[in-house]
């Protein structure tokens, strides 16, 4: 019984990885991730200064946006129509540290959102194109 009691603690210690620790405090390892974290940085300042238009110009032409509990795919189209509805009745973001994946114009970035009572794992998809970074989307 202890050993599962064991187990059980470090998964979950292993699971919780980076969920506390904020975005600000991430040290980039390039200049890629930099470029990515600064598009994180921006989301979540959009989000919690509830400017649907920031927000919007950080999605990708193409995007295929995720949403509620159904989780129903937008188009950016779609997404920024709904958009400053959304950010007015939802709480504030804290994202935490993320975990990147580059290759090439392409890059998966998994992090935590804290949102009100939830810490949900988001990976985000972003593609460089033009020399910024975009998200293209998102599933949690």
Same mark, same amino acid.
């Given at each position: 019984?202890?050993?599962?009691?064991?187990?059980?603690?470090?998964?979950?210690? #292993?699971?919780?990885?980076?969920?506390?620790?904020?975005?600000? /405090? $991430?040290?980039?390892?390039? +200049? *890629?991730? !930099? =470029?990515?974290?600064?598009?994180?940085?921006?989301?979540?300042?959009?989000?919690?200064?509830?400017?649907?238009?920031?927000?919007?110009?950080?999605?990708?032409?193409?995007?295929?946006?995720? #949403?509620?509990?159904?989780?129903?795919?937008?188009?950016?189209? /779609? $997404?920024?129509?709904?958009? +400053? *509805?959304? !950010? =007015?009745?939802?709480?504030?973001?804290?994202?935490?540290?993320?975990?990147?994946?580059?290759?090439?114009?392409?890059?998966?970035?998994?992090?935590?959102?804290?949102?009100?009572?939830?810490?949900?794992?988001?990976?985000?998809?972003?593609?460089?194109?033009?020399?910024?970074?975009?998200?293209?989307?998102?599933?949690?």
């Amino acid at each position: 019984m202890l050993k599962h009691l064991v187990i059980a603690v470090a998964l979950t210690a #292993l699971l919780s990885c980076g969920q506390n620790t904020p975005l600000a /405090e $991430y040290e980039p390892k390039s +200049p *890629q991730e !930099l =470029a990515l974290k600064n598009v994180l940085s921006d989301f979540q300042d959009g989000v919690n200064a509830r400017n649907s238009k920031k927000v919007a110009n950080l999605i990708h032409a193409k995007a295929s946006i995720m #949403l509620g509990r159904d989780r129903k795919k937008f188009s950016k189209e /779609e $997404y920024a129509k709904i958009l +400053p *509805q959304r !950010l =007015a009745e939802n709480p504030s973001i804290a994202l935490g540290k993320p975990k990147m994946t580059v290759s090439d114009d392409n890059a998966e970035v998994k992090i935590y959102m804290a949102r009100g009572d939830n810490n949900t794992l988001i990976i985000f998809n972003m593609r460089l194109e033009n020399d910024k970074w975009r998200i293209q989307s998102w599933e949690y």
